[in-house]
Protein backbone atom coordinates (compact mmCIF):
# COMPACT_ATOMS: atom_id res chain seq x y z
CA UNK A 1 0.00 0.00 0.00
CA UNK A 2 1.18 3.28 -0.66
CA UNK A 3 3.07 5.29 1.98
CA UNK A 4 2.41 8.53 0.09
CA UNK A 5 -1.25 9.29 -2.35
CA UNK A 6 1.23 12.10 -4.09
CA UNK A 7 3.63 10.16 -5.19
CA UNK A 8 2.85 6.61 -5.40
CA UNK A 9 -0.29 4.75 -7.35
CA UNK A 10 -3.04 2.66 -6.20
CA UNK A 11 -5.03 0.06 -8.80
CA UNK A 12 -7.85 -1.86 -8.13
CA UNK A 13 -7.93 -5.58 -8.58
CA UNK A 14 -10.99 -5.56 -10.06
CA UNK A 15 -11.01 -5.13 -12.99
CA UNK A 16 -7.76 -6.24 -14.32
CA UNK A 17 -6.19 -5.06 -17.31
CA UNK A 18 -4.54 -8.07 -18.19
CA UNK A 19 -8.22 -9.63 -18.70
CA UNK A 20 -10.02 -7.28 -20.32
CA UNK A 21 -8.30 -6.90 -23.92
CA UNK A 22 -7.25 -3.75 -23.22
CA UNK A 23 -9.51 -1.93 -25.50
CA UNK A 24 -7.25 -0.31 -27.50
CA UNK A 25 -9.93 0.33 -29.80
CA UNK A 26 -11.45 2.91 -27.54
CA UNK A 27 -9.53 5.69 -28.31
CA UNK A 28 -10.48 9.21 -27.78
CA UNK A 29 -9.23 12.54 -28.51
CA UNK A 30 -5.84 11.86 -26.30
CA UNK A 31 -2.83 11.12 -27.64
CA UNK A 32 -1.74 8.22 -29.93
CA UNK A 33 -0.07 4.95 -28.53
CA UNK A 34 3.11 5.38 -30.59
CA UNK A 35 3.66 9.03 -29.61
CA UNK A 36 1.91 9.39 -25.88
CA UNK A 37 4.96 9.06 -23.70
CA UNK A 38 6.60 11.95 -25.13
CA UNK A 39 3.38 14.24 -25.94
CA UNK A 40 2.32 13.60 -22.79
CA UNK A 41 5.19 14.48 -21.11
CA UNK A 42 5.70 17.53 -23.00
CA UNK A 43 1.94 18.39 -21.81
CA UNK A 44 3.07 18.13 -18.16
CA UNK A 45 5.68 20.25 -18.61
CA UNK A 46 3.44 23.23 -19.86
CA UNK A 47 1.39 22.58 -17.16
CA UNK A 48 4.42 23.45 -15.10
CA UNK A 49 4.87 26.29 -16.84
CA UNK A 50 1.89 28.20 -18.41
CA UNK A 51 -0.93 25.94 -17.06
CA UNK A 52 -3.97 27.09 -16.20
CA UNK A 53 -5.39 25.47 -13.10
CA UNK A 54 -8.13 27.72 -12.36
CA UNK A 55 -7.18 28.91 -8.37
CA UNK A 56 -3.95 30.43 -7.06
CA UNK A 57 -0.94 28.04 -6.83
CA UNK A 58 2.34 28.48 -5.34
CA UNK A 59 5.49 27.24 -7.42
CA UNK A 60 4.72 24.17 -8.80
CA UNK A 61 6.72 21.16 -8.07
CA UNK A 62 6.59 18.19 -10.37
CA UNK A 63 7.41 14.57 -8.25
CA UNK A 64 7.56 11.42 -10.64
CA UNK A 65 7.33 8.13 -10.53
CA UNK A 66 7.41 5.18 -12.57
CA UNK A 67 3.38 5.49 -13.16
CA UNK A 68 2.61 8.98 -13.14
CA UNK A 69 2.96 12.52 -12.76
CA UNK A 70 1.89 14.44 -9.37
CA UNK A 71 1.75 18.26 -9.54
CA UNK A 72 1.61 20.29 -6.18
CA UNK A 73 0.25 23.89 -6.20
CA UNK A 74 -0.22 24.46 -2.72
CA UNK A 75 -3.68 23.32 -2.37
CA UNK A 76 -4.10 20.96 -4.34
CA UNK A 77 -2.53 18.10 -5.94
CA UNK A 78 -2.55 16.19 -9.57
CA UNK A 79 -2.11 13.03 -10.47
CA UNK A 80 -1.97 12.11 -14.34
CA UNK A 81 -1.02 8.56 -15.33
CA UNK A 82 1.64 7.47 -18.26
CA UNK A 83 0.52 6.19 -20.85
CA UNK A 84 3.01 2.82 -20.37
CA UNK A 85 2.75 -0.08 -20.36
CA UNK A 86 4.78 -2.29 -17.37
CA UNK A 87 2.87 -5.68 -17.36
CA UNK A 88 0.96 -5.67 -14.56
CA UNK A 89 -0.40 -2.00 -15.74
CA UNK A 90 -1.25 -0.84 -19.00
CA UNK A 91 -2.47 2.58 -20.11
CA UNK A 92 -2.28 2.38 -23.93
CA UNK A 93 -5.24 4.79 -24.56
CA UNK A 94 -6.97 8.01 -22.96
CA UNK A 95 -10.23 6.25 -22.08
CA UNK A 96 -8.37 3.65 -19.70
CA UNK A 97 -6.51 6.31 -18.12
CA UNK A 98 -9.66 8.07 -17.29
CA UNK A 99 -11.08 4.71 -16.32
CA UNK A 100 -8.23 4.01 -14.18
CA UNK A 101 -8.45 7.19 -12.49
CA UNK A 102 -11.77 6.63 -11.89
CA UNK A 103 -10.85 3.19 -10.19
CA UNK A 104 -8.85 5.16 -8.16
CA UNK A 105 -10.65 7.94 -6.97
CA UNK A 106 -13.36 5.20 -5.66
CA UNK A 107 -11.33 2.91 -4.49
CA UNK A 108 -9.39 5.96 -2.32
CA UNK A 109 -11.93 7.28 -0.84
CA UNK A 110 -12.63 4.56 1.52
CA UNK A 111 -9.35 5.19 2.34
CA UNK A 112 -8.57 8.59 2.75
CA UNK A 113 -11.77 10.81 1.88
CA UNK A 114 -10.73 14.02 3.25
CA UNK A 115 -7.51 13.64 0.41
CA UNK A 116 -8.95 12.57 -2.71
CA UNK A 117 -11.72 14.91 -4.53
CA UNK A 118 -12.23 14.27 -7.90
CA UNK A 119 -11.48 13.38 -11.77
CA UNK A 120 -11.16 16.23 -13.61
CA UNK A 121 -10.32 16.83 -17.39
CA UNK A 122 -6.96 18.83 -18.82
CA UNK A 123 -8.39 20.30 -22.01
CA UNK A 124 -7.51 23.62 -23.93
CA UNK A 125 -4.53 23.33 -26.10
CA UNK A 126 -1.08 21.46 -25.54
CA UNK A 127 0.81 24.32 -25.23
CA UNK A 128 -1.68 25.70 -23.41
CA UNK A 129 -3.42 23.37 -21.05
CA UNK A 130 -6.17 24.21 -19.22
CA UNK A 131 -7.90 22.11 -16.09
CA UNK A 132 -11.56 21.27 -16.13
CA UNK A 133 -11.97 22.46 -19.64
CA UNK A 134 -12.76 20.13 -22.26
CA UNK A 135 -12.41 18.36 -24.60
CA UNK A 136 -10.15 16.35 -22.60
CA UNK A 137 -6.19 16.06 -23.55
CA UNK A 138 -5.61 14.40 -20.86
CA UNK A 139 -7.28 13.33 -17.40
CA UNK A 140 -5.90 13.61 -13.47
CA UNK A 141 -6.59 12.72 -9.83
CA UNK A 142 -7.22 15.70 -7.64
CA UNK A 143 -6.49 15.86 -4.57
CA UNK A 144 -6.32 17.90 -1.54
CA UNK A 145 -2.22 18.81 -0.99
CA UNK A 146 -0.62 17.88 2.40
CA UNK A 147 2.55 18.80 3.96
CA UNK A 148 5.18 16.22 3.08
CA UNK A 149 5.97 15.80 6.77
CA UNK A 150 2.47 13.74 7.04
CA UNK A 151 4.13 11.22 4.59
CA UNK A 152 4.21 8.09 6.07
CA UNK A 153 7.75 7.32 5.62
CA UNK A 154 8.04 10.54 7.55
CA UNK A 155 6.19 9.98 10.05
CA UNK A 156 7.60 6.50 11.01
CA UNK A 157 11.14 8.39 11.14
CA UNK A 158 10.01 10.40 13.39
CA UNK A 159 8.07 7.01 15.58
CA UNK A 160 4.63 8.76 15.00
CA UNK A 161 3.44 5.63 14.17
CA UNK A 162 2.46 2.86 16.59
CA UNK A 163 1.69 -0.64 16.34
CA UNK A 164 -1.89 -0.06 16.95
CA UNK A 165 -1.96 2.16 14.30
CA UNK A 166 -0.87 -0.48 12.07
CA UNK A 167 -3.23 -3.07 13.63
CA UNK A 168 -6.19 -0.72 13.33
CA UNK A 169 -4.93 0.03 9.55
CA UNK A 170 -4.98 -4.09 8.92
CA UNK A 171 -8.20 -4.23 10.48
CA UNK A 172 -9.60 -1.77 7.83
CA UNK A 173 -8.17 -2.94 4.92
CA UNK A 174 -9.71 -6.76 6.29
CA UNK A 175 -13.19 -5.70 6.24
CA UNK A 176 -12.71 -3.77 2.73
CA UNK A 177 -11.95 -6.57 1.47
CA UNK A 178 -15.14 -8.87 3.23
CA UNK A 179 -16.72 -6.37 1.19
CA UNK A 180 -15.65 -6.12 -1.91
CA UNK A 181 -17.28 -8.70 -4.82
CA UNK A 182 -15.99 -11.78 -5.75
CA UNK A 183 -14.59 -13.75 -8.18
CA UNK A 184 -17.46 -15.52 -9.84
CA UNK A 185 -16.85 -19.44 -10.34
CA UNK A 186 -16.12 -19.53 -14.01
CA UNK A 187 -14.32 -16.53 -14.32
CA UNK A 188 -10.26 -16.81 -14.41
CA UNK A 189 -9.61 -14.20 -11.71
CA UNK A 190 -7.32 -15.93 -9.21
CA UNK A 191 -6.71 -19.17 -11.31
CA UNK A 192 -3.32 -20.43 -11.24
CA UNK A 193 -2.92 -19.95 -14.86
CA UNK A 194 -4.31 -16.08 -14.24
CA UNK A 195 -1.82 -15.61 -11.28
CA UNK A 196 0.91 -17.31 -13.29
CA UNK A 197 1.01 -14.79 -16.22
CA UNK A 198 0.75 -12.09 -14.18
CA UNK A 199 3.74 -13.08 -12.38
CA UNK A 200 5.52 -13.82 -15.22
CA UNK A 201 4.59 -10.75 -16.95
CA UNK A 202 6.01 -8.21 -13.95
CA UNK A 203 9.35 -10.53 -14.40
CA UNK A 204 9.54 -10.19 -18.11
CA UNK A 205 9.14 -6.15 -17.53
CA UNK A 206 11.24 -6.14 -15.35
CA UNK A 207 14.23 -7.76 -16.41
CA UNK A 208 13.83 -5.58 -19.79
CA UNK A 209 15.13 -2.85 -17.63
CA UNK A 210 16.89 -4.53 -15.29
CA UNK A 211 21.06 -5.28 -15.34
CA UNK A 212 21.35 -8.12 -12.62
CA UNK A 213 21.79 -11.49 -14.51
CA UNK A 214 19.97 -13.23 -11.58
CA UNK A 215 16.57 -12.10 -11.90
Not at 10 to 38: Q, V, W, Y
Not at 60 to 72: A, C, D, G, R
Request: glycine share 6%.
Amino acid sequence: QSVCPHATDHNKAEPCPTDRNRRRDRMMIGFKPDESLAAAERLVRRLVGVGDFGHPTTPIKLVETHISWVLLTGQFAYKIKKPVNLGFLDFPTLDLRHEYCLLELDLNLRFAPEIYLDVVSIGGRPEQPVIGSTPALEWAVRMHQFPDEARLDRQIQRQCVTADDMRAFGEFLAQQHEKSPLARANEAHGSISTITRVVEENISTLRAHCTDATL
